[in-house]
T-cell receptor
């Protein structure tokens, strides 16, 4: 089944404890992106990747890192999480920038205490 | 960068009525405008999209209109049903651009009352 898989789906952590949210897609998509969803703010882009080894900042990149070493994986790294990073995170992918239709993962709800 | 404004933030209608959600965008270079539906506790899913060379697109009870001159686009849902209740997001991007970025509106919570 074609899908975008995120893990973990739920996580409660403490301030300063590094964590990684993994994202993997099995559709050979070139484009991958991370969004955070907060009440009243909609979906805001954190980072995106046009292809392997090509990443760029979105609208709210502060406090996050990403890497794209393989086409299928696009992990989101929080080096030193803070409470304002408590949010619902979505990974998404599309075939290419020309295709544009985003397939979203199921979401990862992160709470930073 | 692109800025997408979406209105209203909440919309309540009676079953069978029509619902309209409006969005405006700021970057005249944007040429692709998708709409995503997010049911409670679920992931966003594309329901319809329109490209800038088209003024209107319909898919059964859903239609999207685009006014490039005014830089606004709208989602129209006719004969609403309770299963249409969800958060709807509009978005804008430059399709195929070398610096591709999809910017979303803040969402509209649509409630269809039986």
């Amino acid at each position: 089944e074609a899908q975008v898989t995120q893990n973990p789906r739920y996580l409660i952590t403490v301030t300063g404890k590094k964590l990684t949210v993994t994202c993997s897609q099995n559709m050979n998509h070139e484009y991958m992106s991370w969004y955070r969803q907060d009440p009243g703010l909609g979906l805001r882009q954190i980072y995106y990747s046009m292809n392997v080894e090509v990443t760029d900042k979105g609208d709210v990149p502060e406090g996050y890192k990403v890497s794209r070493k393989e086409k299928r994986n696009f992990p989101l790294i929080l080096e030193s999480p803070s409470p304002n990073q408590t949010s619902l995170y979505f990974c998404a992918s599309s075939l290419s920038t020309g295709a544009n239709v985003l397939t979203f993962g199921a979401g990862s709800r992160l709470t930073v205490l | 960068g692109e800025n997408v404004e979406q209105h209203p933030s909440t919309l309540s209608v009676q079953e069978g009525d029509s619902a309209v959600i409006k969005c405006t965008y700021s970057d005249s270079a944007s040429n692709y405008f998708p709409w995503y539906k997010q049911e409670l506790g679920k992931r966003p899913q594309l329901i319809i999209d329109i490209r800038s060379n088209v003024g209107e697109k319909k898919d059964q009870r859903i239609a999207v209109t685009l006014n490039k001159t005014a830089k606004h686009f709208s989602l129209h849902i006719t004969e609403t049903q309770p299963e249409d209740s969800a958060v709807y997001f509009c978005a804008a991007s430059i399709r195929g651009g070398s610096n591709y970025k999809l910017t979303f509106g803040k969402g509209t919570l649509l409630t269809v009352n039986p």
